[in-house]
């Protein structure tokens, strides 16, 4: 069962800077599909950005705002946003999927909260 460790969260204010990391415990990091999602109070949870094995990113979500990145090396995904707003305000979760195991998982999330 692969485990992924999400950390980076805090109390951040609005215009600042946010940098989250997702650690896997995967021994083939390189064939999963990576993604963040992140859930606003009082909303469902969605989909922000991912970036699949083959390293190219997509953002059905985050309206150009955030920027994902992995490093297979150190088998880490990374979310940044550099201009936060009030409405960043959020649990943010990283995800990891394995078509090939057909394995999906979910760390256990990391909140962040945008306020002065």
């Known amino acids: 069962q692969v485990q992924l460790v999400e950390s980076g969260g805090g109390v951040v204010q609005p215009g600042g800077s946010l940098k989250l990391s997702c650690v896997s415990s995967?021994?083939?990091?390189?064939?999963?599909?990576m993604a963040w999602h992140r859930q606003q109070p009082g909303k469902q949870r969605e989909l922000i950005a991912q970036?699949?094995?083959?390293?190219?990113p997509d953002y059905p979500g985050s309206q150009g705002r955030f920027t994902i990145s992995r490093d297979n090396n150190k088998k880490t995904v990374y979310l940044q946003n550099n201009s936060l707003k009030p409405e960043d305000t959020a649990v943010y979760y990283c995800?990891?999927?394995?078509?090939?195991?057909?394995?999906?998982?979910w760390g256990q999330g990391t909140q962040v909260t945008v306020s002065s």
């Open positions: 970036v699949p094995a083959s390293g190219i």
């Open positions: 995800s990891a999927n394995n078509p090939f195991l057909r394995q999906q998982a």
């Open positions: 995967a021994t083939n990091f390189e064939h999963w599909n």
